[in-house]
């Protein structure tokens, strides 16, 4: 298969994955209402990400720590979103 | 840096990640109030997971096939019971 498709493939699939917990960190600052969501879920989500931006800083990929950079603020939104809220 | 410490350090960071979205699929069964879950989050969770299993099915990537396929599973539960109860 085309090398450039599997590249891109990969960079959407990184956008999806990362720009997802925006919109739901937008809605918990509109609402101010978190209950449904997961503290678990929160945490876990924020640690596994720190740890992915820690392995791609380690192996020195540039999609990996941009990618995590970014997700790691999103995630931090939630989390302070949910503490803040219950 | 040593390489099997390395390669831990991936696999519990995909741990995480993978596995985040389970306790929030629980809480939204256990619950059935999904309210404050954002919509456009799931979908985009469920698709950017989908893009990632078949990135990792086309370069033969067991380690993302895994997480992925795995994580599809999660993330489908969460559409649904946020289809579900709104």
Same mark, same amino acid.
């Given at each position: 298969? %085309?090398? $450039? *498709?599997? $590249?891109? =493939?990969g960079f959407v699939? /990184?956008?999806?994955?990362? *720009?997802?917990?925006?919109?739901?960190? =937008?809605?918990?600052?509109? $609402?101010?209402?978190?209950? %449904?969501?997961? =503290?678990?879920?929160?945490?876990?989500?924020?640690?596994?990400?720190?740890?992915?931006?820690?392995?791609?800083?380690?192996?020195? %990929?540039?999609?990996?720590?941009? /990618?995590?950079g970014i997700g790691?603020? *999103?995630?931090?939104?939630?989390?302070?979103?949910?503490?803040?809220y219950g």
């Amino acid at each position: 298969m %085309d090398q $450039t *498709f599997i $590249t891109i =493939l990969g960079f959407v699939a /990184a956008f999806f994955t990362t *720009f997802a917990l925006l919109p739901q960190g =937008l809605r918990a600052i509109k $609402t101010k209402h978190t209950k %449904d969501l997961s =503290l678990p879920m929160i945490i876990m989500m924020e640690v596994g990400i720190i740890l992915w931006l820690v392995y791609g800083i380690i192996i020195a %990929d540039m999609p990996l720590i941009f /990618a995590n950079g970014i997700g790691t603020i *999103f995630a931090t939104i939630n989390l302070i979103m949910k503490l803040r809220y219950g």
